[in-house]
């Protein structure tokens, strides 16, 4: 049985960095695609990134390209989510997910195991 578990949101100000981890537990995920989704307060959780196994492949929502950056070190069983120039629209709780499967998804159906979330609120 695989867990993950979020960290590193916080409360930063807009043009401000932060590096989101998700650590896995349990069962090593080196093998599987990797992702980040986020939901906002009365919104629907929206996918962010995803990452292949080895980390050459990776998918980037269109409002995150160019800011946001996924990465993992699988001899950490950890998946990181690098996130530059912070706007107030990214305020919101960001999930690390795990899919059993080696091709990038980016429906939230198509991911199995998730996390409890890590709030990351972008004052203005």
């Known amino acids: 049985q695989v867990q993950v578990v979020e960290s590193g949101g916080g409360l930063v100000q807009a043009g401000d960095s932060l590096r989101l981890s998700c650590a896995a537990s349990?069962?090593?995920?080196?093998?599987?695609?990797m992702g980040w989704f986020r939901q906002a307060p009365g919104k629907e959780r929206e996918f962010v990134a995803s990452?292949?196994?080895?980390?050459?492949?990776?998918y980037y929502a269109d409002f995150v390209k160019g800011r946001f950056a996924i990465s993992r070190d699988n001899s950490k069983n950890t998946v990181y989510l690098q996130m530059n120039s912070l706007k107030p629209d990214d305020t919101a709780v960001y999930y690390c997910?795990?899919?059993?499967?080696?091709?990038?998804?980016?429906?939230?159906?198509?991911?199995?195991?998730w996390g409890q979330g890590t709030q990351v609120t972008v004052s203005s």
């Open positions: 990452i292949n196994w080895n980390g050459r492949d990776t």
């Open positions: 997910a795990q899919r059993w499967y080696t091709s990038i998804a980016v429906h939230a159906n198509d991911y199995d195991v």
């Open positions: 349990g069962r090593t995920v080196s093998s599987y695609v």
